[in-house]
Nanobody
Framework: QVRLVESGGGLVQPGGSLRLSCAASGTIVRFNALGWYRQAPGKERELVAAITSGGKTNYADSVKGRFTISRDNAEKTVYLQMNSLKPEDTAVYYC?????????????WGQGTQVTVSS
């Protein structure tokens, strides 16, 4: 059984920052790929960023230069540092994990954490 638990969401003003964390636990010893997706009301879930165990990253064009994904392999934790937040970043953010090397990790999912960017 695999469990992903996100934390760090909340309400922030435009231009502000938030840091999301996701801790993975369970029977899988190593997740090759970890990532973050988001889903805004009325929209489909979209990939925000992904990172492999080797450090290769992939970002959505809309967040490049503002968001940074990182991971702690020993702790099986993935982070998403979000800077210069915009109202259009408002969404539920989901952590994902995959035992294979992929830039679209989707084998396991967290429950999601709400991020609201508003003045």
């Amino acid at each position: 059984q695999v469990r992903l638990v996100e934390s760090g969401g909340g309400l922030v003003q435009p231009g502000g920052s938030l840091r999301l964390s996701c801790a993975a636990s369970g029977t899988i010893v190593r997740f090759n790929a970890l990532g973050w997706y988001r889903q805004a009301p009325g929209k489909e879930r979209e990939l925000v960023a992904a990172i492999t165990s080797g450090g290769k990253t992939n970002y959505a064009d809309s967040v490049k230069g503002r968001f940074t994904i990182s991971r702690d392999n020993a702790e099986k934790t993935v982070y998403l540092q979000m800077n210069s937040l915009k109202p259009e970043d408002t969404a539920v953010y989901y952590c994902s994990a995959d035992p294979i090397a992929t830039m679209i990790p989707s084998a396991y999912w967290g429950q999601g954490t709400q991020v609201t960017v508003s003045s």
